[in-house]
């Protein structure tokens, strides 16, 4: 089989695998890929490229800027590219490749291995036999302040103000109460800060890695609360149940209103660098 | 108390133990913003992919829920399709909305690593009740 010239697709690089080691694969045999062609293995010494000959005419890099700027095409695409990645690491560890890595030709995917075996073989090895685990927490920053101040010893920012049942309508009061609310709003996002450092500062001595990522504005989401964490953690493959329950206890424990345990995933998160 | 968005609600209250289904915005955060980066032939030009992410967040909270009742409003949206896009323009709004939003969080403690949208800022839209 020759593929066409034109363009690679490359979705994630793995230990040697035969073509046969891919057609064979469940979820993968017969799993159209993003340009709707087959799925190959592209062989280098000890490592495999997963790839897919795509028509060089719709990947240019102006047809893909265009489809990753389009809602219902950037879903197709990211699910496909995510369902390979999926059926490879099914197989034993894998390096997923961001989306939208496309090479002129199979040669210079083949280069690409070679020219970096040391640092993949290294990077695969450390991976092996584990997997990602996402947790992301949520926490209501006003009921966290309210269960701090309805504590006897804790400090009321607003409390020397605050004069229940008699109204004080002059500035002074009104600028006592603004500057009260302010203050219990900081404190309530401090607290909210500290619930996502607890969980993760729990769950860090349970997993091999662990990567922190941008939080999510809840505002942007529509989510409700503030997204106190958003961390991906590596960790042996066997021990993501017991891992799953102690990020849920652990949480609870911090506070947190509401939190997501996702997984298993292919190792996206720890890709790129491998600790030490 | 069940998250909005997501194919999956029932994921987050237990964990599979075999692969499933998984939500959009996990796997954009994933394969768009993760993985291991190599400089391949084709350059695909991902903006700035805070940026990028920060505008996906956006759409993707709109689109799974906009989908299930049938709207497909961005299709006719000149700064969500593919047709009108001035990408140094939305760049800079992009810039300043951020800007802005973490101006408002200068009272909060922020934590290292999480140098994205901005962690302390108090919601002004609740979906549901906590």
Known sequence: MSPPAGATWVYALSGRLGQAGLDGLDGLDGLRGIGGGQVRALTSGPLTAVVESVDPGLFSAEKLQDRLTDPADLELVARRHHDVVVAVAALGAALPFRLATVYLSDERVRTLLSERCDEFCQALGWLADRTECGVKAWADAEALNRARTAQPSARNPGGRTARPGRADHSGAAYLARRRAELAARAEGQRLAARCGEEIHASLVPLAAASRLHPLHDTRATGETGLQVLNAAYLIDSASLPAFAESARTVAARAGACEVAVTGPWPAYSFADQPDA | ?130
């Open chain 2, 1 to 130: 108390m069940s998250r909005e968005w997501g194919p999956t609600p029932a994921s987050r209250e237990r964990l599979p133990t075999h692969p499933e289904p998984a939500s959009l915005a996990d796997i954009l955060e994933r394969v768009l913003d993760k993985g291991i980066v190599v400089a391949g032939d084709i350059r695909v030009d991902l903006l700035d992919i805070e940026l990028l992410t920060i505008r996906l967040r956006l759409l993707i909270a709109s689109v799974e829920r906009a989908r299930e009742m049938g709207i497909d409003w961005w299709e006719h949206d000149p700064t969500l399709s593919s047709g009108a896009r001035d990408l140094a323009a939305e760049n800079q709004l992009l810039r300043e909305r951020i800007g802005a939003l973490e101006a408002g969080t200068s009272g909060a403690s922020r934590r290292a690593g999480h140098d994205g949208a901005p962690a302390g800022t108090a919601p002004r839209r609740r979906k549901s009740a906590g």
